[in-house]
């Protein structure tokens, strides 16, 4: 069975700052990996997915991700955020032990403040 | 392209009524999956159809909830009766045979009071 845990519920940050938010997963067989977006009363919005070949992940809104096999980790980044990218964030996990089906964590809020 | 569409928006009904949710999802996807979104939590999959068939609905409650695509496009995804705990976001998925990626709907946000 795979599941994943998104070690913060909520990230505050402040414009123009970095920021990082983690993701860990558990499985025993090869898997993919994703991370969505959702915005206040819209659904999830694909940011980037790592099904194979290089580790780092780039993805739209200047979003990147590395695959960490050692560490059955997938954290998000981005090194200045904007007003605009505060929203939810979902981790997910999904390959052949899950019929491709993703398993999704409970989410991180990130908040930006001016 | 466009995307998945999902209607209503909206809806608030009470409990014991029933409801039904609409999806049409991106064009030549075979795959058709519906999600409950409860406040607070990551989405959970109720059904996935590969064109017309039911591939899994191990976590869909069959004694209220009830979904089809007959005609391997389309879904409709009903609840009846609705319970207070129903109260939720359900979102609508689709995907196509050739990338192992779920592309999202808009949702309808249900209120049971």
């Known amino acids: 069975a795979q599941s994943v845990t998104q070690l913060d519920s909520q990230v505050p940050v402040f414009e123009e700052a970095p920021v990082e938010l983690r993701c860990n997963y558990s499985s025993s067989v090869s898997v993919y990996l994703f991370w969505y977006v959702q915005y206040p009363n819209q659904g999830l919005q694909l940011l980037l997915k790592?099904?194979?070949?290089?580790?780092l992940v780039k993805g739209i809104n200047g979003f990147e991700a590395e695959f960490n096999k050692s560490q059955t980790s997938f954290h998000l980044r981005k090194p200045s955020v904007h007003i605009s990218d505060t929203a939810e964030y979902f981790c997910a996990v999904s390959g052949p032990g899950g019929s491709y089906i993703p398993t999704f964590g409970r989410g991180t809020s990130l908040i930006v403040h001016p | 392209e466009a995307g998945v569409a999902q209607s209503p928006r909206y809806k608030i009904i009470e409990k014991r009524q029933s409801v039904a949710f609409w999806c049409n999802p991106i064009?030549?996807?075979?795959?058709l999956y519906w999600y409950q979104q409860i406040l607070g939590q990551g989405p959970k999959l109720l059904i996935q159809f590969q064109n017309n068939g039911v591939v899994d609905d191990s976590q869909l409650p069959k004694d209220r909830f009830s979904a089809e695509r007959l005609k391997g496009v389309d879904s409709t995804l009903k609840i009846q009766p609705a319970k207070l705990e129903d109260s939720a976001v359900y979102l609508c998925a689709s995907s196509s045979s050739r990338e192992q990626t779920q592309y999202f709907g808009p949702g309808t946000r249900l209120l049971v009071l």
């Open positions: 790592y099904l194979s070949g290089s580790t």
């Open positions: 064009s030549g996807h075979a795959t």
